[in-house]
């Protein structure tokens, strides 16, 4: 740390480290409702906080480049001339950083024909020479040689910009063998790959230092050429002019003539209005608070937008005053169940411009009974939870008019906003009181029950008239529905064997086990299988195996690399190094199984309906949606979830090729839906029209390569995609996928006609009309671009399949309850339900979902259901 009697200026590379934001931050998790991309902006301010939080800097100043001309490409025209076209997406991020720092009170410089680091440079040497601790933070090396014992450069690692490292001398020293004012004579010698600065052949690193060492300095270096010895001798003379160009441009200018001295930038107090601008405009929410805090602006943390007063909620002393008062309210009720452990403690209630609120008790339960049932129009955030608190103590909820999660993501699936306090922000402009959950006494309180039902009603309005089109009828009849079935299946849970998951686990620890002691057998050493690092080291120096895709850490050895680096490279460790993986693989999911078993033997996990973009489900606390079922062993984890106490059987039920049967509505072609109307076998009839032959003449590898040409389209698959799934020639794939559009036009046409329909309209829309937004798909950006087209090919398909199967789970819960049946739906894992079966229930319980799985949707073609029964999960397959 620097020296606290003293003055600190920091000084910060603004290019450098917002373009290293720019690659650690996924792109397409940064964009606005605008389509501006701002991960760059937000991975420097986070770092830029952190460092004005840990080093509390006194004087602060941030340099950008103004362009890639400087006086040292007049000098030598290559330089810098290898680095690629700035991304699009980058593009414009600068200037919003920028006005975001200088809202923040910070000064920005930049100078025509000078680079940021000069500007460092000018600024670090003044501040050493006139009493300031220096702090210089960025990502190019050339500014190791400023470090002094004034001046400390703060370095990211390669994983962004969210560590830093810091050299003083003695860290230089320990690193690159010389003194910090020495480094650029290394990468004279070296050469800067990054600065398209060719070095001498053949010298690294080592090299380099050793010359210096010995001669002394990189002049004395020259000066002796004609006395190293060998080929890099040779080189060193051939060179020598590229090594006086190299030192002479990686030389940092130290007398820059700038606008500021370094103690005329003492950090200002920030514009607190304009940060909240700024910010609310790239939508940095989580971010502001950090920025009040690090500044130490605390008497301006209040929002002093106008915002509506939230009300103080009445407290109902009686459950009686509490039935009165929701008797008489009129319009939407806001509700809010304040839950603990699982158990309702508080209730907030509010109608127009009044709330009220109470603790729960059983009065409550019994006179607010009714209400909570009914018609009544309400609206919750999140309500599963709520809804599942309640069926615990025997409660129903009725009239869920909005519930604001789940509007708000509708909206926005691919960003979505996860707690009431961002909804509040986006749609009312206004700030939720939340109290510091990092306080133990916390200075503000948070929103009381009452006050969040307000919040909640007046959100749930906003959120309501911003659904467009039909969107608003995905949340009203396949949405909300489906939350009231999933608390009921959380609720009930599935029965899972603990002594079969316990016995399949020993056995895969003893497999791995003697798997692991071949392998170590097998190059002559014991590794770490489960460390990068070390297979890294086995894999491709030890054996020398042909090297697999670069990664940032090395050479990748994740299980599909390393699959077909066995295929075309094959050797025992190899094998068994998959094999172990396998093994480690299936006992880590059936581990997380069997510590989720609870009461009565069951597991129960959480569905979320919020977790993808595509409107599917997924789950946790357990994931149930990753149990493998390919293969006899995988088989064995589902063979453990067992029919429960108290009912006879399991019932299982899938829709056979749905995304084939959806592809063929949407196209309307009339080859597929002539397939799929006779009952014939799909890929046997596609089969017979793209090789020209009769169905029966059809082998399994001519319907092995149509079977994945049919899926593959509906992903995007290219004709480089088939030939390596297929493993065939990119010739053969290529033609394979002529023959097949020349025979299912229609499908060639939808396919293209729906990318660039969304291209114009700027999202996707299922059947049923969810949307999904795709704002890449006007990108400049080509990869960006490509992906996204990849994506709307999909999600039409894939959404469209996701909400056939959410209204089949609904109409199949909503009418075994209204038939009176026992039996009920305990999981819904991709395309499949599974279904506990009471005593003498199976004719009705298979008759109902047969039929509300047929008729889930009104297609061209019929909705083929697959139905089975079995003790457990296993052998109810079919």
Known sequence: MTDSSKPTLLVVDGHSLAFRAFYALPVENFTTKDGQHTNGVYGFLS????????????????????????????????????????????????????????????????????????????????????????????????????VTDEITLLYPNVQGVSQLKRYDPATVLERYGVPPAQYPEIAALVGETSDNLPGVPKVGEKTAVKWLTQFGSLDAVLEHADEIKGVVGGNLREHIDDVRRNRALNRLLRDVELPVTPAELELRPLDA????????????????PRVFEATGATETAEDTRTQAAAPVPAEMATAGALAEWVAAAAGVVGLVLVIEGGTIRRIGLAAGDAAVEADWTDGVGADLGDWLASDAPKALHDAKPQLKALRRIGLDLGGLRVDTLLAGWLVRPSFPDKTLADLVERYLDEKLPEADPNQLVPEHDGATPGQLAWFTRRVGEAVLADLPGRVSEVLADIELPTTRSLADMELAGVTVSHEKLSSFSAELAARAEGIAQQAYAAIDREVNLGSPKQLQEVLFEHLQLPKTRKTKTGYSTDAAVLAELQEKSPHPFLDLLLQHREATKLRQIIESLDAAIGDGGRIRTTYLQTGSQTGRLSSTDPNLQNIPVRTAESRRIRAAFEVGDGYETLLTADYSQIEMRIMAHLSGDPGLIEAFNAGEDLHRFVGARVFGVDPGEVTPAMRTKVKAMSYGLVYGLSAFGLSKQLRIEQSEAKQLMMEYFARFGAVRDYLRSSVEQARIDGYTETIFGRRRPFPDLTSPNRVLRENAERAALNAPIQGSAADIMKLALVHIHDELA???????VLLQIHDELVVEVAPGEWDAAERIVRERMADAAELTVPLDVQIGRGANWDDAAH
């Open 273 to 288: 209005q304009a940060v909240r601008d700024v910010f609310a405009r790239l939508e940095f929410r989580t971010l502001l």
């Open 47 to 146: 770092m830029f906080v952190n460092l004005l939080k840990n080093e509390k800097p006194t004087h602060v100043a941030v340099a950008f480049d103004t362009s890639r001309v400087s006086f040292r490409t007049r000098e030598y025209p290559e330089y810098k001339a290898n680095r690629s076209e700035t991304p699009p997406e980058f593009s414009g991020q600068i200037p919003l950083l920028q006005e975001c720092l200088r809202a923040m009170g910070v000064t920005v410089l930049s100078k025509e024909d000078i680079e940021a680091d000069d500007i460092l440079a000018t600024l670090a040497t003044q501040g050493a020479e006139t009493g300031f601790d220096v702090l210089v933070c960025s990502g190019d090396r050339d500014t190791i040689q400023l």
């Open 818 to 824: 209204a038939a009176g049946l026992r039996s009920r």
